[in-house]
């Protein structure tokens, strides 16, 4: 089964502080791409940063990043420099090109930012 | 448009009606998915149109949702006899469907569906 698990419903940060969201995925393929996304309240998801399976390299945008474990299926991210505007739901998701077409998220994180 | 455009932003409606969601995805994008979010929930697929394809229609939970793409372009959801636990947030999203951002979908804002 393909499978999202983000196991923090809810996580807090002091702004400018470091907070990192974890995600673990499911899949037996070797092709694949995974994503964090962010919910804020307009409910509009926004694309924070990709990793294709097949980079080594972690990905990083500006004051986010990733810690990709391709043998643990682990795929966290890591906002440096927590702003108040970070505040929403993050989801993370990943695609199997080879094996249709549908993106599989997880349930999503809160994160609260303390001024 | 410059992005994608979901009506109507929000939706009330008595049990039993029909409802019809709009999803107008970003112009020249070939991938259009449905979703379903329901409170506290991820986001649960509905249903991925690519191109002239056929649907793939996997994720549709019953035979009263439908969702038909004209002209490759805009999108309309149906729910047919509406039910309490159809009450979520419906959020489309379009994609190139090619080239380096084939993979990267832009969402809209959603409609949120209420049945009373």
């Given at each position: 089964?393909?499978t999202v698990t983000q196991s923090q419903?809810?996580?807090?940060?002091?702004?400018?502080?470091?907070?990192t969201l974890s995600c673990t995925y499911d899949t037996s393929e070797s092709?694949y791409y995974l994503f964090w996304?962010?919910?804020?309240?307009?409910?509009?998801?926004?694309?924070?940063i990709r990793q294709e399976a097949y980079k080594q390299q972690n990905a990083t945008?500006?004051?986010?990043s990733v810690n990709f474990q391709k043998a643990a299926k682990s795929f966290s991210l890591k906002?440096?420099?927590?702003?108040?505007?970070?505040?929403?739901?993050?989801?993370c998701?990943y695609?199997?090109?080879?094996?249709?077409?549908?993106?599989?998220?997880g349930?999503?994180?809160?994160?609260?930012?303390?001024? | 448009?410059?992005?994608?455009?979901?009506?109507?932003?929000?939706?009330?409606?008595?049990?039993?009606?029909?409802?019809?969601?709009?999803?107008?995805?970003?112009?020249?994008?070939?991938?259009?998915?449905?979703?379903?979010?329901?409170?506290?929930?991820?986001?649960?697929?509905?249903?991925?149109?690519?191109?002239?394809?056929?649907?793939?229609?996997?994720?549709?939970?019953?035979?009263?949702?439908?969702?038909?793409?004209?002209?490759?372009?805009?999108?309309?959801?149906?729910?047919?006899?509406?039910?309490?636990?159809?009450?979520?947030?419906?959020?489309?999203?379009?994609?190139?469907?090619?080239?380096?951002?084939?993979?990267?979908?832009?969402?809209?804002?959603?409609?949120?569906?209420?049945?009373?």
């Amino acid at each position: 089964a393909q499978t999202v698990t983000q196991s923090q419903p809810e996580m807090s940060v002091q702004e400018a502080e470091t907070v990192t969201l974890s995600c673990t995925y499911d899949t037996s393929e070797s092709d694949y791409y995974l994503f964090w996304y962010k919910q804020p309240p307009s409910r509009q998801m926004i694309l924070v940063i990709r990793q294709e399976a097949y980079k080594q390299q972690n990905a990083t945008e500006n004051r986010f990043s990733v810690n990709f474990q391709k043998a643990a299926k682990s795929f966290s991210l890591k906002i440096s420099d927590s702003q108040l505007g970070d505040a929403a739901m993050y989801f993370c998701a990943y695609r199997t090109p080879n094996t249709g077409n549908q993106f599989y998220f997880g349930t999503g994180t809160s994160l609260t930012v303390i001024p | 448009g410059a992005g994608v455009s979901q009506s109507p932003s929000n939706k009330v409606t008595e049990k039993g009606k029909d409802v019809e969601l709009r999803c107008d995805p970003i112009s020249g994008h070939t991938a259009l998915y449905w979703y379903r979010q329901s409170l506290g929930q991820g986001l649960e697929f509905l249903i991925y149109f690519q191109g002239n394809s056929a649907p793939d229609k996997s994720g549709l939970p019953s035979d009263r949702f439908s969702a038909e793409r004209t002209g490759g372009s805009v999108s309309t959801l149906t729910i047919q006899r509406t039910q309490q636990e159809d009450s979520a947030v419906y959020l489309c999203a379009s994609s190139p469907g090619q080239g380096p951002a084939k993979n990267i979908q832009y969402f809209g804002a959603g409609t949120r569906l209420s049945v009373l």
